[in-house]
């Protein structure tokens, strides 16, 4: 049996969230989680989408999900898409489903003329790195991911470093 791979609905929001919720806790950032259906029916599906969602259903629920970003401004005027997010629930996984998304996932980038699709991986998230590895994706050793979190924000836009 194969997954099936669309783009999400409002319908499917319900189901996301716990998804998202799942996710954050796989990447113990659950406490920080503020995700809600209304702020996903908003940045996902409202009138100004910040964003792509794909749903995979497995067995007819909905099992997966990735979310991508369009950065369209880039160097050679090609966009750059971006992996936000990709999770498959656990009892789903080694099914075919994160490939069907990541295939969908390339299927839009191509159709917004993507000069290349980006994504991060956690650090100590083998089971990712060998997935990404395998469909043909490469560690960017050029570059080196830095954040601020919101106090450091708050500090630099006020002149205190």
């Known amino acids: 049996m194969s997954a099936t791979v669309r783009a999400a609905t409002p319908e499917d ?3 996301l ?3 998202m919720r799942a996710l954050a806790a796989f990447e113990d950032y659950l406490d920080d989680f503020r995700v809600d259906e209304q702020v996903l029916l908003n940045r996902a599906f409202g009138p100004s989408a910040q964003c792509q969602v794909f749903v995979a259903q497995w067995l007819s629920q909905i099992a997966g999900y990735a979310v991508v970003l369009e950065i369209p ?3 050679d005027l090609r966009p750059t898409v971006l992996l936000k997010e ?7 996984r080694s099914e075919g489903l994160g490939q069907a998304l990541m295939q969908q996932v390339a299927v839009w980038a191509r159709a917004k003329g993507a000069g290349r699709l980006k994504w991060d991986v956690m650090v100590g998230n083998h ?3 060998k997935f ?3 469909l043909g994706g490469v560690p960017d050793d050029k570059w080196l991911a830095y954040q601020m979190d919101s106090q450091t924000i708050e500090n630099l836009a006020m002149g205190c470093w």
């Open 73 to 75: 401004f880039t160097y």
């Open 86 to 92: 990709l999770y498959v629930a656990d009892q789903c």
């Open 127 to 129: 089971m990712a790195t």
């Open 17 to 19: 969230i716990e998804l």
């Open 132 to 134: 990404y590895e395998r």
């Open 13 to 15: 929001v319900p189901t």
